[in-house]
Nanobody, 121 residues
Framework: QVQLVESGGGLVQSGESLTLSCVASGRAAKNYAMGWFRQSPGKERELVAGTPPNADRTSLADSVKGRFSITRDNALNTVYLQMNNLKTEDTAVYYC??????????????WGQGTQVTVSS
């Protein structure tokens, strides 16, 4: 069992930055790929960013490339999503996710509770 707790959401203006954090606890959390999804009203949940257990690479959705980055600190069992130059279309609930193995797919094993990010114009 892996528990995920997100923090860092909030209300910002367009062009500003936010950093989301997700702390993983439980057995062998270090063996899980981790990342972030987001979902806004009326839309499907979107895979935004992912990183494997050893954090030797990252993947980002095209919609956030050049603005978002994902990092991972295995000593702290924490994954971060740095969001720069935020746009109104980034408004969504952001969910941390974990999946056993090296790849985070659209069907992770565990989800966090979600944190709201709202970007105003």
């Amino acid at each position: 069992q892996v528990q995920l707790v997100e923090s860092g959401g909030g209300l910002v203006q367009s062009g500003e930055s936010l950093t989301l954090s997700c702390v993983a606890s439980g057995r062998a959390a270090k063996n899980y790929a981790m990342g972030w999804f987001r979902q806004s009203p009326g839309k499907e949940r979107e895979l935004v960013a992912g990183t494997p257990p050893n954090a030797d690479r990252t993947s980002l959705a095209d919609s956030v490339k050049g603005r978002f980055s994902i990092t991972r600190d295995n000593a702290l069992n924490t994954v971060y999503l740095q969001m720069n130059n935020l746009k109104t279309e980034d408004t969504a609930v952001y969910y941390c996710a974990a999946q056993y193995g090296v790849v985070l797919t659209r069907r992770p094993d565990y989800w966090g509770q979600g944190t709201q990010v709202t970007v105003s114009s």
